[in-house]
């Protein structure tokens, strides 16, 4: 985590605990505090009381014993809403306390008669300082149960934070967030984790990357906290021999992780699964497939040139993620699917989970290429155009290799379920056309060298294994496309898909 020059402050006097007896805790910026000030003085010649002072020092001056909470320890320690708080200790411990002026209520507390007789009988009180926006995510970072242990990074005070993160070797290429601790602790709030629980081993260092240093990479990214439960699952699903991290990045072919979220946590959090639902614009799409790669960077060891071998690389690589339209609602509408209704169970339950299940899917996929189909109105015809797309996949003559994401677009996928085609059917169908002689793939036919084994001349081969084409209902409303993510090697040399399920933020 990142700090300005300067070191921290300790909780001090004023965080440690009171003598027994009465105790008040006030701020000038209160009216109702400046209004009991009078009060305070009268308590403290008839009874002990000591005055914990939050803004101004020299508040109350009526008032002898005041300790200025300069770092509000002791408020964020007990707990303090509201100024004025009058408290009661007995053995060190609090044994009671009213907030805000009440003459009655204070009477009964401290056992004192005609205190503040010239006053109202009642006012409420003002938020403590210690709650205040501007201060609640600093003193959660300080003093808080998250208990945060990353190293601090001084930056001196002239030095550029922005371009000290890149000389670093932080980055991706693009700017970060600074991870404060202030950050870090706001993250954190996203998730009941604990901060030092391990998510999983990050490839290819074989890593132990724990809550707290996900949360580190989410703020860098530029996560909003409710989206962290998301990056944690995520991260999860690709560091597992399954989906073999360490190899997709050891390839030199262009993949990456592709994360497709299902369930009510997309809407929840603001997902994109409409218009332009590969692209640039909404926050939580660009920003959660990047916190899992700048783990995989920074927590991990996977950088480019260096574990990672990638010819050619893609744009994806910097983080690939979005949501499955799931049914029609007005959000859906609004945000560019045109509200296409489907009945096409979503991509999670291909992996056992039912619909409506919070989930996110880690994919090993290129980047999307584009399929167009302008003019078929049936089904058959759809479904022919999307399985000559498909059969390109890295190269027309390799089969049985690569697994695949067709992403059916809602002008395309209306074909199909106005037809009565589900999802299982029409990937069905598409696989049957997908299946070619082997006399058409083995090298040298075509005149193409690449291809088959001669072997397998006699058989019909399909390009995809059992269960390895997935379709996907996403887009805009308006454009009659779609678009195929190749997968990379599948098999035990390669990657499989891995589908996980979200926990719950608190």
């Not at 985590?1 to 008040?24: F, I, K, Q, R, Y």
């Not at 408020?75 to 002026?101: C, K, Q």
């Not at 003459?103 to 006012?123: C, K, Q, S, V, Y």
């Not at 409303?477 to 779609?482: I, N, R, V």
Request: glycine share 12%; aromatic share 6%.
């Amino acid at each position: 985590m990142t700090s300005s020059a300067g070191g921290d402050t300790s909780n001090g006097e004023a965080a440690s605990a009171p003598h027994d007896g009465l105790v008040a805790v006030v701020k000038r910026d209160c009216p109702t505090c400046e209004l009991v000030e009078p009060v305070l003085a009268d308590i403290e010649a008839r009874s002990s009381l000591t005055v914990f002072t939050q803004d101004d020092p020299a508040f109350p001056e009526a008032v002898a014993a005041k300790v200025h909470d300069a770092d509000l320890g002791f408020s964020w320690h007990h707990d303090i809403e509201t100024v004025p708080t009058l408290m009661r200790f007995a053995d060190g411990d609090e044994a009671g306390r009213v907030l805000g002026w009440s003459r009655p209520e204070w009477e009964a507390f401290t056992g004192l008669t005609a205190l503040g007789n010239d006053l109202p009988e009642h006012r409420p009180g003002c938020g403590s300082l210690s709650v205040d926006p501007a201060h609640a995510d600093a003193l959660e970072a300080r003093f808080g149960s998250s208990g945060l242990s990353a190293c601090r990074v001084e930056f001196g005070s002239q030095e550029d934070i922005h371009e000290a993160m890149f000389d670093r070797g932080w980055s991706d290429g693009l700017p970060l967030v600074p991870p404060t601790a202030e950050r870090v602790a706001a993250m954190l709030a996203g998730t009941s984790r604990g901060t030092d629980e391990v998510v999983a081993c990050v490839a290819p260092d074989l890593a132990d990357c724990t809550v707290e240093k996900a949360a580190v990479n989410a703020v860098m990214a530029g996560c909003r906290p409710e989206y962290f439960p998301v990056v944690l699952a995520a991260l999860t699903a690709v560091c597992n021999d399954t989906f073999n991290m360490h190899g997709m990045l050891a390839t030199t072919m262009p993949v990456g992780p592709v994360f497709i979220v299902n369930g009510p946590i997309a809407r929840q959090i603001g997902m994109n699964s409409g218009m332009n639902v590969f692209g640039q614009g909404n926050r939580a799409n660009s920003t959660i497939g990047r916190a899992v790669q700048l783990i995989v960077r920074n927590v991990g060891g996977g950088r480019p040139g260096e574990v990672d071998r990638a010819a050619l690389g893609q744009p994806g690589k910097v983080g690939f993620c979005f949501a499955e339209i799931e049914g029609v609602d007005e959000a859906a509408t609004a945000n560019g699917d045109g509200g296409a209704a489907t009945d096409w169970d979503p991509l999670c339950t291909d992996f056992g989970f039912e619909a409506g299940t919070n989930t996110v899917t880690a994919f090993p996929g290129e980047a999307p290429r584009s399929v167009v189909d302008q003019l078929s109105r049936d089904p058959e015809s759809l479904a022919r155009t999307m399985a000559a797309a498909l059969n390109a996949i890295h190269h027309p003559k390799l089969v049985l290799g690569f697994d695949a994401i067709l992403a059916v677009a809602p002008d395309h996928s209306r074909v199909f379920v106005e037809s009565g085609w589900s999802r299982q059917q029409t990937a069905e169908r598409i696989n049957e056309l997908t299946t070619r002689p082997g006399a058409e793939l083995v090298r040298g036919a075509g005149g193409i060298a690449e291809g088959v084994p001669e072997f397998l001349a006699e058989a019909d081969l399909p390009k995809f294994r059992d269960g390895g084409l997935h379709l996907v209902h996403c887009g805009g409303g308006a454009g009659l496309f779609s678009a195929v993510i190749g997968g990379w090697v599948n098999g035990e040399v390669g990657a499989q898909p891995v589908c996980v399920e979200i926990d719950p933020w608190r």
